[in-house]
T-cell receptor, first 114, second 113 residues
Framework: GENVEQHPSTLSVQEGDSAVIKCTYSDSASNYFPWYKQELGKGPQLIIDIRSNVGEKKDQRIAVTLNKTAKHFSLHITETQPEDSAVYFCAASIGGSTLGRLYFGRGTQLTVWP | DTGVSQDPRHKITKRGQNVTFRCDPISEHNRLYWYRQTLGQGPEFLTYFQNEAQLEKSRLLSDRFSAERPKGSFSTLEIQRTEQGDSAMYLC???????????FGPGTRLTVL
């Protein structure tokens, strides 16, 4: 099955700085890569996703890049704010047009200091 | 609220007891997923349904676990003869099969004493 590795496991930044989280995947058949934000005691919240026919996608302060050749994808958060503090998970899915299970990384605890 | 809902939010039980959790997906979503999450880990896939059909089960889903989605709407996850190792957050997600974006509920936290 698919194996998703995520780094770093913890990340501390000053408010206003950028944060980057990186993930690698093992199965070249993976074609959908979502990112989730999870706050304490809550379920994961989808914040952005990218499909394998796209190299980069942006949504306000958040961007995701995908390198299919190297099998890695990254989350970039600019102008970080204290409310960005949470655990972030990357995931990958195999399935072409019928996406199924998600394979998650182990998460990155992001702390943004005011 | 039109998001995914789960009930109960917390469950404490003694080892050997049976527990059942419920998930109500977003109303138009035909796919429903169950995941398990332990502390410091990402969610791990357990099983998923398309309408009422259970299409895939993980090897994590031992024979003590059973899931149903009888009318293609809500789903239940039952754990029989609970063990301490079953303590985890049980997450439900739903999606449309045409888009694949999975939206998660708040989870049910199970503690087995």
């Amino acid at each position: 099955g698919e194996n998703v590795e995520q780094h770093p496991s913890t990340l501390s930044v000053q408010e206003g700085d950028s944060a980057v989280i990186k993930c690698t995947y093992s199965d070249s058949a993976s074609n959908y890569f979502p990112w989730y934000k999870q706050e304490l005691g809550k379920g994961p919240q989808l914040i952005i996703d990218i499909r394998s026919n796209v190299g980069e996608k942006k949504d306000q302060r958040i961007a995701v890049t995908l390198n299919k050749t190297a099998k890695h994808f990254s989350l970039h958060i600019t102008e970080t704010q204290p409310e960005d503090s949470a655990v972030y998970f990357c995931a990958a899915s195999i399935g072409g047009s019928t996406l199924g299970r998600l394979y998650f990384g182990r998460g990155t605890q992001l702390t943004v200091w005011p | 609220d039109t998001g995914v809902s789960q009930d109960p939010r917390h469950k404490i039980t003694k080892r050997g007891q049976n527990v059942t959790f419920r998930c109500d997906p977003i109303s138009e979503h035909n796919r429903l997923y169950w995941y398990r999450q332990t502390l410091g880990q990402g969610p791990e896939f357990l099983t998923y349904f398309q309408n009422e059909a259970q299409l895939e089960k993980s090897r994590l889903l031992s024979d003590r676990f059973s899931a149903e989605r009888p009318k293609g709407s809500f789903s239940t996850l039952e754990i029989q003869r609970t063990e301490q190792g079953d303590s985890a957050m049980y997450l439900c997600a739903s999606s449309l099969d045409t888009s694949g974006e999975q939206f998660f509920g708040p989870g049910t936290r199970l503690t087995v004493l």
